[in-house]
Every structure is written in structure tokens, then in C-alpha cells.
């Protein structure tokens, strides 16, 4: 039986991610804004029938067991962690810090009966699904570099706003960067050791941000992750990915191109995603094969929402419906079906990757990635302090 | 009045060249190789009168008056500098070192009427002509970044030679970075400053290298350069390089296929180099434009030599014929069509940003791009060691 939806959000994917859970079969009953105005109007547009800014109204709403939450990086934490504290399903977009990441996991922990994955829709793509499947049945043999590039016009919104803030999760590295962090952990089976990373912001101000007003978020990145064991051990082969170079590259000041590219190489070839399309090269083969086209079908092109994110979103969602199908309780899902979505350890790990990328931009160091097992304590600062003037 | 030429090398650079140097009015005397038998083969297929493997009978041959040294580095400083110091003009391939491109540029400033470049033949390939020219008439706008990659097949020999050996020569980065490093700093005007990289070899053994024997040179690599102000002073523009980020991708990894793309970004548009081809896209424009295709005409794609080195030596030879035919004299050239081209002081400038790549891969950090202003005295650390035990 599909549960009843709530939807956080009114930007572009909020906006693609109902049509798409309606054709699935789902029912949107609520819709949260950050102001009455836009929950209004986008709730008209749509035909939902409730809406509303108060986080509270959406979470208690009876007919809403499940709660997509695509907002600001800044809300996301509080919002999933009451959801889950209610007893809702949680899909969310990725927190704003490690130290929220965190957060999120302990509630995610404490509710292991309840759906909480990140939404990521990357690995959703059937590209990316095959090249996992083909990297693990050896097609490149023993896997050396991973690349990956998104060439794309800027990330800023029309106004100020959270977009432009990196203390907010504004910028190329947090917003897409993550994605590929996840995907590439995902694909490899490995985790990232060690991280040396560059971040740029070219454009400080533009059109709708002058005066003080200064964007601080990059829109140009570009680092390295050097991949260890096996993290979560559920990667494409066991330890493949250990010793593997990842190389990315961001660049969102390209207005009209939209480049979305990941290879992986290795001792017996090659598989490149290009867009939503899978290619791949044997070592000696007779060229470049078309392994899986875009099967087009979930939806044309939509500004802001890239083809990959759109065509991984649909097959999310189609994901979602299996694993709640099947039961009998509108709450209850099947792990199967959302197996390979990214958990909220996924989520931390990558927020880490995140902040050690930036730290090594600041540093121009190698930065090491230590996943937090305890929130740090808020007054560890004023303890230094007390006991720096003790002694 | 175009002089006699002797070519150092019988690998496939100096194979392409010989017909090139024909095709332009050139006529080729002598042909030195490392062994008799490599001099006397190659000599009789491409009909060449002379032969040896005794460097002194090319450079004194008395109808030889210009000298084009394709020969594995560690060879290549002693003949350049015994070239000019016989008073022959010099093309050659890059030193192995620092210091030899040290010695280079002492013998080629103590011989100023002598041609002295190093053949970078990207330089003059049409399409980094034509993006140069238009960097300087600021069709991007203020230049970003720049983003280089190469991906081929192994550049390693079918024996055990130079091309395994880093301290040699060998590798992706010294090979076929160094003429991005070169292309890079023509097309910005600038140089770098600090670099950051990441050097691998994959493949340490193979059907050809195994036993006690090992591949040391890189067959991945991954670099970045920060630009700062004009370096010769040459530059497309002044001062547009200055604060521009360049990332290098060097793949060897990739049986059967051959990228070689450089894209360069600024606030009003980018350019791409894709092979031998320019393209190009303004903000606001209506998607890419073809600026320039492949002209085709200077021959077919050959084994080992890609084509935009190919099409670009084609190009160079062109400028040395124009260099020399309006001369009286077969040792005297003009300077203009030459002007373009990689003098001694450019190639110890990238052989330095090759250090300092190779020093940031072991030290993990961003290193200083420091050119050499006096040769280093051999005797320096026995100094060091004596200062030490005498306090």
C-alpha cells in the first residue's frame, strides 16, 4: 500500500518530484513553503490540496507517512529529524554540516524501523546502476581513476539567497560536488581517505547580488579523493576500489553547456556515463560500444534540474513504489527495492568528504577524512579556553 | 635560402618529420641514430644520403646548417649545445632536467644569431593560433580557468629504454605535459607560479618490462598550476593569465583511444581545442560554434604521433621555411615567423613546473615554481657537509 506523501519544498525539484510520485502511483496530500506565497502558488499550480510555512502542519498531517524534503541545506536536518521523531519516512536532500549529518544519523539510528535515505538520484540512474553492475563483473579489469565532470551555467539563484552562502551549503562542491562524492563511493565500493581539493568563486557579484552583498559559495572546484577500503561494504566489488585516484572537476560558470561525464579506467578498459548514457571500451576491443541509451519516457529536460538527476529521480521514485507496494501497512517498506539509495551514514561520510575538500582549499593540503563518531561538544572550545588560563 | 638539414633520431617524431622538411623545400643530408644499424635502416627507407651513430659527423657535416634533435632527453642538451657551438642552428625536443635546460639556454644566449627552439610543435598548430588570438581579443572575456586533458595508449617502448625510466624522461607528465605546461603558458601569457600534482604508474610491468625491471615513469597524472603575471612577456595578452587556474589530466591508461582536449574559460565565453579542431561558445550565444576545422592536407594520422603533434610539426616546418628562404645566407633566418615558437628560456621554465610537479606528488603540497637563475655548483652539499663538521 503507497503512502500518503508530504512534500518540503517549492524549488525546481520539488517541482519535477510530484508529477513524478503521482505517476507512480503516490498521493501528494501536503505541500511546505518557506513563505505562504510560494507554498500557495506552487500548491495551485500543482492541485495539492493542502499547504502551508509551518514545518508542524505538514509533519502531523494524518494522511502523510512519508516526507520528501527538498529545501534549503540550512532546514534540512531539523525537519528530518522531527519527521522521524513523529514516525515518518524520510527522503531528504543533503544536510548543510558534518556536524548536522551527524545529527541526522543518530535519529536515523534510532528509528531503524522507519525509511530514512538521502536522495541522492545519481544512483538511481540506470547508467550508473549498469556501470556498478559491469565494474563489479570486472569489464575494466582492476580499477585505477575515477573522473568526473559537470560543466553547467552558475547555481546562483535570481536573489540572494542561501545559494550564495557556503556556510549555508551554497556552491558548486556542496550542491553537485556531493553527488558525485556519494556516486563515486557508491560505484568504487571505497571510501576517500585522503582529499586535496581547490575552490574558486569567479563570479562575486552579478546582476541581483551587488552592493555588500558578496557571493562566498565556489563556482569552480576541482579536487582529488584518494580511495581506501571498503566503507560501507556494500560497493560494486569487495575492495575494488581501494588505491583508486578520483579526479573531479566543477565549473558552473558556463552558461548554455550542461557536461555531465564520469569515467572509470582500469587495467582492461574503460565505462564513461555521458549524460544519462553508458559507453564502454575493452582494452583492444574494435572501439567505443553503446551500452545503454537514455530510455527517454520520465519527462523532458527541465530548467534547473539536469537530465541525470531527472531521469535518476524517476527511477527513485519507481524504487520507492516497489518498496512500499508490496506491504501492507502505509508505513511499511522492503529494504530491496531502496538498497542501493544512500543511507544517512552515506549522507555524513560524504558531508566529511565535503568539509575536508574546503579545508584542503584553505590549507592547500592533503586533508585526511575522518568520519565523526561522536557530536562534538559544543562548549570544547570554552573548556580549551578555561583550561588554557588554569594552568 | 633554405639551409641543409641533419636529423638527430630515428623514432617516429623524426620519421614524420623527414618528408615534412621535404615537403617544405627542405633538403636532409644526414641522419644521426643511436646505433648503426637504427641509422642505416631508417636512412635507407627514407632515402637520406648519410647515416651514422657518431653525433660530430652530422654536427660537422658541412652541408648540415640546421640541426633538429628528436632524441630521448637525457640526450638531447649535449648535442644542442655542441650544435651552436659549431654554429648550427637548433630544433630540438625537450632536456631531461632542469639543469641540462639550464646549460641549453646559457649556450643559446651566448649564441643569439643562432636559431635556437624547442619544438613544441602545439604552438603552431592552426587551432591554438587561432585561440590565442582570439584569448587576446578577449572573446572569453576575463580568462577562469584552463583545463587540459590527455588520454592514449602506453607511451612506453616495446623494449626497456628511456620511456620507463622517470629520471630518464620518461612518463606522461615530462612527455606530454610538458607541451601543455609550454601551450599553456603561450595561450595565457602568464606562468605558473605554484603547482599541485598527483603522479602514478599503473602498469609497472608488462609483456616487454618484467623481472627485476619496473616501469618508474607515470602513466597517470593529474596537476594544477596558479598562474601569476606574464612570464616572457609574450603572452596572448597582458596580464589575462594572471590568477587563472589551470588543471592538466594526463591518462596513458586508454588502449585505443586518443583525447586531446583544452578548454579554456572566461566571463564571456570558452573556447575548446578538441584534436586539431576550435570551437567555441559566447554567454548568451546560441550554442557552439565550429571556429576551425582540421585543414587535413599534411598527411594521415600516423602510429605514435597524434595528430594535432602531427598537423602542428607540419605547421612549424612551414615557419621555418618562411624563417629561412628570403635569406642570403643558409645560416641566417628572420625572426618573425618563428616568433611563436618555445625558445631554450621557455623549455627550462616547463622543465621546472615538471619538478616541481614531480617534488608536490612526493610532498603532497603545493610547490613553488622557481626558476633557475644560476647553474647549482655540483659541490654544493660536499660544501654544506664541511660547514657543518667544521662548527
Redesign the interface.
Known amino acids: 500500500m503507497l503512502p500518503g506523501v508530504g512534500v518540503f519544498g517549492t524549488g525546481s525539484t520539488a517541482r519535477v518530484l510530484v508529477p513524478l510520485l503521482r505517476g507512480e502511483g503516490f498521493e501528494v496530500h501536503a505541500l511546505w513553503g518557506m513563505s505562504e506565497e510560494e507554498a500557495s502558488s506552487l500548491a495551485q499550480e500543482l492541485g495539492i490540496p493542502f499547504h502551508t510555512s509551518q514545518s508542524d502542519d505538514v509533519l502531523l498531517h494524518p494522511d502523510v507517512d512519508l516526507v520528501c524534503i527538498y529545501i534549503s541545506p540550512p532546514l534540512t536536518r531539523q525537519i528530518a529529524v522531527k519527521a522521524l521523531g513523529i514516525g515518518k519516512n524520510v527522503v531528504c536532500e543533503k544536510a548543510a554540516t558534518a556536524v548536522d549529518a551527524f545529527k541526522m544519523v543518530t535519529a536515523a539510528q534510532y528509528y531503524p524501523q522507519l525509511l530514512s535515505i538521502v536522495g541522492n538520484a545519481l544512483r538511481f540512474l540506470p547508467a550508473f546502476v549498469a556501470m556498478r553492475q559491469l565494474l563489479a563483473e570486472g569489464y575494466v579489469g582492476e580499477l ?2 575515477c ?1 568526473a565532470r559537470v560543466y553547467g551555467p552558475s547555481l546562483l539563484d535570481q536573489s540572494y539567497g542561501w545559494t550564495c552562502e557556503e556556510l549555508m551549503g551554497g556552491g558548486g562542491l556542496h550542491t553537485v560536488g556531493s553527488t558525485l562524492v556519494d556516486l563515486l563511493s557508491h560505484l568504487t565500493g571505497a571510501r576517500a581517505m585522503r582529499v ?1 581539493g ?1 575552490l ?1 568563486t ?2 562575486g557579484q552579478n546582476g541581483a547580488i551587488h552592493g555588500i552583498r558578496r557571493v562566498t559559495s565556489d563556482d ?1 572546484s ?1 579536487f ?1 579523493m584518494l580511495m581506501g577500503g571498503s566503507g560501507s561494504g556494500r560497493g560494486a566489488g569487495t575492495g575494488t576500489g581501494s588505491g583508486v ?1 578520483c ?1 573531479v ?1 566543477l ?1 558552473f ?5 550542461f557536461v555531465h561525464e564520469v569515467m572509470v ?1 582500469g ?1 582492461a578498459g ?1 565505462l564513461v556515463a555521458r549524460g544519462t548514457e553508458l559507453y564502454g ?1 575493452r ?3 574494435n ?1 567505443e560500444e553503446l551500452l545503454l541509451g537514455d530510455s527517454g519516457g520520465t519527462g523532458q529536460e527541465v530548467k534547473d534540474v539536469p537530465l541525470p538527476h531527472l531521469r535518476g529521480l524517476g527511477s527513485m521514485v519507481t524504487a520507492l513504489k516497489y518498496a512500499f507496494q508490496a506491504q501492507e501497512e502505509r508505513r511499511s517498506w522492503a529494504r530491496g527495492p531502496v538498497a542501493m539509495a544512500s543511507t544517512f551514514e552515506d549522507g555524513l561520510y560524504v558531508q566529511t568528504v565535503v568539509e575536508a575538500v574546503k579545508r584542503s582549499s584553505r590549507s ?3 586533508e585526511s577524512v575522518e568520519v565523526m563518531t561522536q557530536e562534538p561538544d559544543p562548549n570544547q572550545n570554552l573548556c580549551e579556553v578555561l583550561q588554557i588560563n588554569k594552568n
Chains 1, 2 share one sequence.
Open positions: 585505477q581513476v573522473d586535496h581547490l574558486r569567479f563570479v569552480f576541482f582529488q585516484c579526479t572537476t565549473n560558470n558556463m552558461p548554455g553547456a579506467v587495467s574503460r571500451q582494452n583492444g576491443g572501439g592547500g593540503e592533503w
